[in-house]
């Protein structure tokens, strides 16, 4: 079984550029989360889709980010305009059920702004 | 508020030492905690869980709800334990400690 794939795994652009990251969850996961790590700090929670519905996007930082989940299958996270503060690794994690289910997580995307 | 605080950003121990990796959270509700490990080149990915109780690779965590802590314990790491180790509280979403990095020298 595959498991969650994440794209780009490393991304490099210029401050006020927009960059789309996209995660692969495991096939059949209705669950999907995105989380980033900055530097130093904690991984924080981004949102939560169930499906192709944001159940909680309360972790997303501003409306620069936009995260979508058409079809309920991969999702996108899209920054526009990127901030040297965005950088970090992105990453995406899966569950099959509920939101008691073990996540699982991908490779993760490392976005450098500079 | 929900948080979960790993004071150590770094623990270095040699081979065959116990290692002991300090969690405490806050949480409201009753908790449901995890580590998450991430060896070198590879994904971020679950180690245990506190309801199920077991142990894995070696490691153990047990939840004392008096002092908030959930701390990872190891009587004789390995070199192979050498990695970033997170963790985490489930409220719906994960919430992740800073993480502590554990170098075991041969």
């Known amino acids: 079984e595959a498991g969650v794939t994440q794209f780009p795994s490393h991304s490099v652009i210029e401050k006020g550029q927009t960059v789309t990251l996209r995660c692969d969850p495991i096939s059949g996961h209705d669950n999907l989360y995105w989380y980033r790590r900055v530097m130093g700090k904690e991984i924080k929670f981004l949102l939560h889709f169930v499906k192709e519905s944001k159940q909680d996007e309360s972790g997303m930082p501003n409306n620069r980010f936009l995260a979508e989940r058409t079809g309920g299958t991969y999702s996108t996270l899209k920054v526009q305009p990127a901030e040297l503060e965005d950088s970090g690794v992105y990453f995406c994690?899966?569950?099959?059920?509920?939101?008691?289910?073990?996540?699982?997580f991908g490779p993760g995307t490392r976005l450098l702004v500079l | 508020a929900q948080r979960v605080t790993q004071p150590e950003k770094l623990l270095s121990v040699f081979k065959g030492a116990p290692v002991e990796l300090k969690c405490n959270y806050s949480?409201?509700?009753?908790?449901?905690l995890f580590w998450y490990v991430q060896y070198s080149r590879q994904r971020l990915q679950l180690l245990l869980r506190h309801i199920s109780r077991e142990s894995i690779k070696g490691f153990t965590a047990d939840l004392n709800k008096g002092e908030t802590s959930f701390h990872l314990k190891k009587p004789f790491a390995q070199e192979e334990d050498s990695a970033m180790y997170y963790c985490?509280?489930?409220?719906?979403?994960?919430?992740f400690g800073t993480g502590t990095r554990l170098q075991v020298f041969p």
């Open positions: 985490a509280l489930r409220a719906d979403k994960l919430i």
């Open positions: 994690a899966s569950t099959p059920q509920g939101a008691t289910g073990t996540q699982y």
């Open positions: 949480y409201s509700g009753s908790p449901e």
